[in-house]
């Protein structure tokens, strides 16, 4: 079965500096796999996705993730973080049947002027 | 093109009572999706529809729990004899033209409920 996990609920980096979210899964098939934010009282956003071709994939608001098949991870960095950053991050799985997404726990970051 | 919206906003209620929650996806979009999602959790899938058709649902939704989508359009999800364990934010999401695999889902504002 397809899941997901992301290493750390909290992250606290301050403004300017790297952005790193840890996103893993495990699929028994070639996932399709996505970066949503969340920011307070909405919904999701979406940031970027992968699903074939090139395993770096760029995203709104500078953000950037790279499909690495033999971690099985799907990591969302920023090279520079802005306060309006400071949001709720999920990673998400595609199945393969019916599209339905598979979340993981969420990450919150939060920045530091 | 506006985006997926859902009514209404909040919803607080006492145990017991019956809530329907309305979303209205995005013109055109043949796939909706129904989500729940608790605090400090990820959202958790609920039900789907193609079109009118209902085809599949967690095994998260339990017989209180039931969504229609009438003529393919909006889509109401009713929960009855509410509990307290309901309360939670419930997401609707949409997605064009049906083709499921690595489609963009485009997410509502979603439900806030309070089950006292």
């Known amino acids: 079965a397809q899941s997901v996990t992301q290493l750390g609920s909290h992250v606290s980096v301050s403004e300017g500096a790297l952005v790193l979210l840890r996103c893993n899964y495990s699929?028994?098939?070639?996932?399709?796999l996505f970066w949503y934010v969340q920011y307070p009282n909405q919904g999701l956003q979406l940031l970027l996705k992968y699903t074939t071709g090139a395993t770096l994939v760029k995203g709104i608001n500078g953000f950037e993730a790279e499909f690495k098949k033999s971690e099985t991870s799907f990591h969302l960095t920023k090279p520079s973080a802005h306060m309006s950053d400071a949001a709720e991050y999920f990673c998400a799985v595609s199945l393969n049947q019916g599209g339905k997404l598979i979340f993981g726990q969420g990450t919150e970051l939060s920045v530091k002027p | 093109d506006t985006g997926v919206s859902q009514d209404p906003r909040h919803k607080i209620t006492k145990r017991g009572q019956n809530v329907t929650f309305r979303c209205d996806p995005i013109?055109?979009?043949?796939?909706l999706y129904w989500y729940r999602q608790t605090l400090g959790q990820g959202p958790e899938f609920l039900t789907y529809?193609?079109?009118?058709?209902?085809?599949?649902k967690s095994r998260l939704l339990s017989d209180r729990f039931s969504a229609e989508r009438p003529k393919g359009s909006f889509s109401t999800l009713e929960i009855q004899r509410t509990e307290q364990g309901d309360s939670a934010m419930y997401l609707c999401?949409?997605?064009?033209?049906?083709?499921?695999?690595?489609?963009?889902?485009?997410f509502g504002p979603g439900t806030r409920l309070l089950v006292l």
């Open positions: 999401a949409s997605s064009p033209r049906g083709a499921a695999i690595g489609e963009t889902q485009y």
């Open positions: 529809f193609q079109n009118e058709a209902q085809l599949e």
């Open positions: 013109s055109e979009h043949n796939r």
């Open positions: 699929s028994s098939v070639p996932p399709y």
